[in-house]
């Protein structure tokens, strides 16, 4: 199985900062046939499933704010949050589909400063 | 827009089988994979497995010796059944429809306890 390792497990930010995550696979999850990378972001809330946010490591779900954007490529990716809002205080999950079984991370908790 | 709800037991015996359905609406389910995740109190979501309006499936191989999965086109519903059960599969099961590898909607999700 592919083992996802997000950092940091938590994270606290000011309203207005910058916030970023970042998560590790423990092999390569780029396709060489295509270049794209299958590594997908997700947002939980209390209560609630988890929402899609990115997918192909970098392109947005339709109706995500483009606050959220995604980086990185190969075994090193990276969601950064630009210009926080309390709305975004949330569980965050990256996941990979490059291989069955599909796993997530761990999981990183975004605070408000 | 497409909507998932599951259904089932809340709360179920060691050993028993579990057995949950998902009913999908606003969209068919003659396409795309259909998928359960779980995810127990404060960790990480795990990824059960994933069926075809086919039959095709494929199960995560750390729980595949006890699952089957099942889909009913003419109800536009999708089944999991999960065998011997024990405390450590109490967790909230989520359905959702899968998309080239990510999950773009997803059910409320259905608490299960296992537990005498």
């Known amino acids: 199985d592919i083992v996802m390792t997000q950092s940091p497990d938590s994270l606290a930010v000011s309203l207005g900062e910058r916030a970023t995550i970042n998560c590790k696979s423990s092999q390569s999850l780029l396709y060489s046939s295509n270049y794209k990378n299958y590594l997908a972001w997700y947002q939980q809330k209390p209560g609630q499933p988890p929402k899609l946010l990115l997918n192909?490591?970098?392109t947005r779900e339709s109706g995500v704010p483009d606050r959220f954007s995604g980086s990185g490529s190969g075994t090193d990716f990276t969601l950064t949050i630009s210009g926080l809002q309390a709305e975004d205080v949330a569980l965050y999950y990256c996941q990979q589909y490059y291989s069955l079984p599909y796993t997530f991370g761990q999981g990183t908790k975004l605070e408000i400063k | 827009q497409v909507q998932l709800q599951e259904s089932g037991p809340g709360l179920v015996k060691p050993s028993e089988t579990l057995s949950l359905t998902c009913s999908v609406s606003?969209?068919?389910?003659?396409?795309?994979?259909w998928t359960w995740i779980r995810q127990s109190p404060g960790k990480r979501p795990e990824w059960i497995g994933h069926m075809y309006h086919s039959g095709i499936t494929n199960y995560n191989p750390s729980l595949k010796s006890r699952v089957t999965m099942s889909i009913d086109t003419s109800k536009n519903q999708f089944s999991l059944q999960l065998r011997s059960l024990t405390p450590a599969d109490t967790a909230v099961y989520y359905c959702?429809?899968?998309?080239?590898?990510?999950?773009?909607?997803w059910g409320q999700g259905a608490l299960v306890s296992v537990s005498s």
């Open positions: 192909w490591a970098s």
């Open positions: 606003g969209g068919s389910i003659r396409s795309y994979y």
């Open positions: 959702a429809r899968e998309d080239r590898g990510w999950f773009e909607f």
